[in-house]
């Protein structure tokens, strides 16, 4: 897990949009803001989980960044709060097993 961790890590954004995402992430409820994004019935794991939301949020940089009249800007914003949340819960989970 360390590797997508990583990867994270080196995301650069525009700061307005990582911003928003980080006040976004304060209220992130899995159960609630996951099963919305991802569409998943079953919730998958968090590494399974970042990797799709990772996934999606190049997708949506991709439009940003081709100025794509399909862009929304409040997707992106929600599906990068839910990997700095997905992350965040990841890292706590790393942390209790090192314990």
């Given at each position: ?54 996934d999606l949020e190049a997708d949506l940089d991709l439009r940003r960044r081709a100025e ?32």
């Amino acid at each position: 897990m360390q590797d997508i961790l990583s990867l994270l890590a080196s995301l650069r954004r525009p700061r307005l949009l990582i911003r928003a995402a980080r006040i976004g992430a304060d209220d992130y409820r899995r159960e609630a803001h996951l099963a919305r994004i991802l569409g998943y019935a079953a919730l998958p794991r968090s590494g399974a989980a970042l990797m799709r939301l990772v996934d999606l949020e190049a997708d949506l940089d991709l439009r940003r960044r081709a100025e794509d009249t399909a862009y929304s800007i409040a997707r992106h914003v929600e599906v990068l709060a839910a990997i700095m949340g997905e992350a965040r819960l990841l890292r706590a989970g790393l942390g209790a097993e090192a314990v």
